[in-house]
Each structure stands twice: as structure tokens, then as C-alpha cells.
């Protein structure tokens, strides 16, 4: 699955679709915000002047958390992903793990802010939200939220206050189809509705999809309260800091596969780590989308992580992985990216059943 990239045509269609219309809002309609374009998003924004740098929320001893990174990661990073048993703990390098949750899920996030796991399960219809507090020796399941979209990926959010901006993370489908942010808040935790570029463009789609929004119930407002004050200093991803020298744009991308010749050849730094994504490929419809690939400019080589394919040309064939959505280890060791994960050096260490994934301790995110 790609990711989602504005080029002109997007933006004539979002006019047209957007401005022929009055739209009515529904009865008790939860806030809503738009997605934001792509390309200004392709570095991350600027700390706020004056903000406080984030703390790291320390664990308890006796925690599950600690137990994951003693007895799996034994010195390494501590990945977590959705697997057929459930929610699973993985090494780095794939040798050991744990099931922490014994339940089906579509999809899992590691919030290292309030040290808590957020997974979802669809049952018919309708999913449902649950967290894990990573805090406790042997913690439960708890239900958060009910009444969500089925199988749609939900964004987590912690509310700013004073000089702390808001803190989200949103899958990368969000940005696409539209998606339920949560957010806590030590005072009124909330469900927002984010409208996807597909909602914008096809009205009665994106009517439907907030009437289901506007009917989301949290159930355990107390408890998303005492993780929000829990993980007041903290932050859901470590900063990316800006190359010392910005990459130059990799000549041999060929220009007419992209809907925007100047698109093609883009470079971004992969966080911690010596290899860069590349845009290889840009499609347009009713929205674009676009193909990251890893790219090694010591070796001047792409790299497909999904096959282990390496080439002086990108890789078209045999649907390669394309490099977005992901969150990659402190150490730039490794990634998970949707629900599988990786070496750095592209071997295999997890196949996953489901979406999201994260590291224990610090992980950054690189979106779509």
C-alpha cells in the first residue's frame, strides 16, 4: 500500500468537490480537523521557542515493561507487533519473544509516553479501542474506547497545555481515508473525526463516515486522565534532527514516473540510521500516491526491504515495500512498518498479522 502525496490535479478535485456544495453538519458532530498536505510534512516542524525539552516517563521496577526489555531485548531494542497470537514482544534480532496480549487485533501502537500499549479489535461492524498499562506487573486488557470504524487505524494524541503543542501520531492511512483521533487530556479526554482526502472528494462518503465518529464512546475517561497527567513531559516520538547537509536528490529515478517530474529523486535521512528514503514512483488519480525506497548513497544502491533486492535502478517489479508508515528503534537498528519487522540491514525478523507496531523506550516515526 502506498502513501498519499497532493500534486495539482488533487488540489482542482478537493475545490470542486468542496466548494459546490453546503455541508450540513450532523447532529452532535464530534470536532474535525483535515488532513494536512503531505509535502509539509516532510520534515518535522520546528520546536516550539521556549517549549520544554520531553522527559522520558521512567518505568516502575517490577513493570511488564521492565520484564520486556530485560528478559527480550537482553541489551537490544524491544520491538512490538501484531501477530496471530495477539499482541507480541520481539527482539532485534528475532531470537526471542513474548505474548503480552493473547487476543486477535487489526492493529497496535507503542505509547512510550504513559509506558501503555493501544491496540483495536474489530468484531462485526465495529471496533473497539483497548490499552494495556506496561506500568503494572501483570496488567489486563481495559477497554477505552467502543464504536469505532471497523478496521480503520486510529491516531493517538495527547493535548497541549501551556507551552506543550498538541502530540500526535497518525497512521498513514489517515492521511487517505480519514481516521478517530484519540486524546487525552488530563481534564476531558475527547474523540475527533479527521477528514481524509477521500472524504473531501466524495461528499457522501464523508458524511457517513462522521455520523459513525460522532457515535464513538470513550468508556474509561478516568484512566485515558491518568496516563495523559502520567505523560505530561513526555513525547509518542523522539525528535528527527535536521541533516547536518541536506541529501541531494538521486539522479537515477527516470522523472516520467512521477505525476510531478521535480518529485521524483526527493531524498529524505532515514532517522539513526546512514540509508535514505527516495520517491521512485508518483501516481495520480483521484488522489496520488507515492513509492518511498531505501536508498544506500555510500553503495549508490536502492534497496527493496521486502524482497532484499538491491539495484543502481529503483525497483519496480514484484511490488516492493514501500518505505513510510514506519517506526524506527533509538539505535536506527531496525524498523517496524506494518506490523512486520526488520533488521536495518533488511532481514526479516517478524512477519505480522495485522498494522502499527513500535519499540519499547523510544522510537521515530517516519510518516507517509
Known amino acids: 500500500m502506498t502513501g498519499a502525496v497532493p500534486c495539482r490535479l488533487l488540489g482542482a478535485l478537493l475545490v470542486f468537490a468542496t466548494t459546490g456544495c453546503k455541508r450540513t453538519d450532523p447532529k452532535n458532530p464530534p470536532a474535525r480537523e483535515e488532513s494536512a498536505p503531505r509535502l509539509a510534512r516532510l520534515t518535522p516542524p520546528p520546536p516550539v521557542p521556549g517549549s520544554p525539552a520531553p522527559v522520558e516517563t521512567p518505568a516502575p521496577p517490577g513493570s511488564l515493561f521492565e520484564a520486556l526489555v530485560r528478559d527480550v531485548g537482553a541489551g537490544s531494542p524491544v520491538a512490538i507487533a501484531p501477530g496471530r497470537e495477539g499482541v507480541v514482544a520481539v527482539s532485534l534480532d ?27 479489535h474489530t468484531a462485526g461492524a465495529r471496533s473497539d479501542l483497548w490499552l494495556l498499562d506496561l506500568t503494572q ?14 478496521h480503520e ?17 497518525k497512521p498513514a492511512s489517515c492521511e487517505y481515508d480519514g481516521c478517530t483521533q484519540v486524546l487525552l487530556d488530563r481534564s476531558r479526554p475527547a474523540t475527533q473525526f479527521i477528514q481524509g482526502q477521500y472524504d473531501a472528494i466524495f461528499e457522501d462518503q464523508g458524511f457517513a463516515h462522521e455520523r459513525i465518529v460522532a457515535k464513538v464512546q470513550i468508556v474509561a475517561a478516568p484512566r485515558l486522565k491518568e496516563l ?13 534532527a535536521a541533516a547536518a547537509v541536506e541529501p541531494d536528490d538521486v539522479e537515477a529515478v527516470n522523472e516520467d514516473h512521477c505525476e510531478d517530474p521535480d518529485d521524483c529523486g526527493t531524498t529524505q535521512p532515514l532517522p539513526g540510521t546512514d540509508l ?16 518511498w525506497q531505501l536508498y544506500d548513497p555510500k553503495t549508490k544502491q536502492f534497496i527493496d526491504f521486502k524482497s532484499g533486492r538491491r539495484s543502481a535502478k529503483p525497483i519496480y517489479a514484484g511490488k516492493p515495500g514501500n ?37 519499547l523506550g523510544g522510537q521515530r516515526y517516519v510518516g507517509p
Not at 512510550?112 to 491496540?119: D, H, I, T
Not at 495523559?228 to 528527527?240: T, V
Open 276 to 291: 535514505l528514503r527516495v520517491i521512485v514512483k508518483q501516481d495520480c488519480g483521484d488522489a496520488c500516491h507515492v513509492l
Open 323 to 359: 518505505m513510510s508508515d514506519a517506526f524506527f528503534s533509538r539505535d536506527g537498528g531496525g524498523f517496524v512498518i506494518r506490523g512486520d519487522v526488520y533488521r536495518i540491514d533488511g532481514r526479516k525478523v517478524f512477519t505480522g498479522v495485522g498494522r502499527g507496531g513500535g519499540w
Open 137 to 150: 506487573a501483570a496488567p489486563s486488557p481495559e477497554l477505552a474506547v467502543k464504536g469505532l470504524p471497523a
Open 153 to 169: 487505524l486510529i491516531a493517538i494524541g495527547y493535548a497541549g497545555h501551556g507551552q506543550r503543542t498538541t502530540d500526535v501520531v
Open 94 to 120: 528475532g531470537s526471542r519473544k513474548r505474548t503480552v496480549v493473547a487476543k486477535p487485533v487489526d492493529w497496535v501502537f507503542v505509547d512510550n509516553r504513559s509506558l501503555a500499549l493501544w491496540f483495536q
Open 228 to 240: 495523559a497527567l502520567r505523560g505530561k513531559e513526555g513525547a509518542l516520538s523522539l525528535p528527527i
